[in-house]
């Protein structure tokens, strides 16, 4: 985007990027909510049932693999979540000024790692290790 896209942008587009960089934000953060439910509520049954005499170790595998491909679509979708939330953060940064003194004091702070990265990342990331661990456990027991 050269110079002259950013001064045609009018009051309106601006707020229409505006509002679908925040629709964007809380789609993001919605993902996060329902992986995390989804993939507590599967860890909780497996250590329910892990409890159990009767539970078959096919049974358990099943869910731990299904918890586990749940993660990995978790990942992917949180990956591609944050690129777009990126691509519309610079495109908001070199349309708004306002915003982009903003991340430029964000920038100077001692908070190096985005938020948006552990989300999308980091916490996907511990859930595929503890599937993994559970697995795991299950094989060897």
């Known amino acids: 985007m050269d110079e002259q896209d950013?001064?045609?942008m009018s009051e309106d587009q601006l707020n229409r990027l505006w509002q679908h960089r925040s629709d964007v934000v809380f789609i993001f953060n919605n993902f996060v909510n329902y992986f995390l439910v989804s993939e507590s509520i599967l860890l909780a049954v497996v250590g329910m049932l892990?409890?159990?005499p009767i539970t078959s170790k096919p049974l358990l595998l099943s869910i731990v693999t299904l918890g586990l491909a749940l993660n990995l679509v978790w990942i992917y979708i949180q990956g591609k979540q944050l690129f777009i939330m990126k691509v519309l953060k610079d495109k908001?940064?070199?349309?708004?000024p306002e915003y982009k003194a903003t991340l430029n004091l964000w920038k100077a702070s001692r908070w190096k790692i985005s938020n948006g990265w552990l989300l999308a990342y980091l916490i996907p990331s511990v859930m595929a290790v503890v599937w993994l661990i559970v697995f795991t456990a299950i094989i060897v027991a």
């Open 6 to 8: 950013i001064k045609k």
């Open 50 to 52: 892990i409890g159990k």
């Open 92 to 96: 908001c940064k070199q349309n708004m």
